[in-house]
């Protein structure tokens, strides 16, 4: 059973940062990409960024600039680091794990991350 555990999700103010981890366990696969969503309230889950298994990187333009995604294979985890949170980023953050078309893809269960002015 593939468990994703999301950790660093918290109550931060405007400016701060924050760095959240997610770890997967009970797997063989190793995960083609890894990556963060999130979701706010009234709103539609939302990419975040992305990182492939040789490190290439993709961001929410919202984010760029401001957050960096970061992986270990060897540990089957995945960072993102917060810098300049503004108040809109207030959401819960998911992490996802994609193996290939034919396994398919894991879900955390979610962290909350709340900026307050």
């Known amino acids: 059973q593939v468990q994703l555990v999301e950790s660093g999700g918290g109550l931060v103010q405007a400016g701060g940062s924050l760095r959240l981890s997610c770890a997967a366990s009970?797997?063989?696969?190793?995960?083609?990409?890894m990556g963060w969503h999130r979701q706010a309230p009234g709103k539609q889950r939302e990419l975040v960024a992305t990182?492939?298994?040789?490190?290439?990187?993709n961001y929410a333009g919202s984010v760029k600039g401001r957050f960096t995604i970061s992986r270990d294979n060897a540990k089957n985890t995945v960072y993102l680091q917060m810098n300049s949170l503004k108040l809109e980023d207030t959401a819960v953050y998911y992490c996802?794990?994609?193996?290939?078309?034919?396994?398919?893809?894991?879900w955390g269960q979610g962290t909350q991350v709340t900026v307050s002015s």
């Open positions: 996802n794990a994609y193996v290939n078309s034919y396994v398919g893809e894991y």
């Open positions: 009970g797997t063989i696969f190793r995960f083609n990409s």
């Open positions: 990182i492939t298994s040789a490190g290439s990187t």
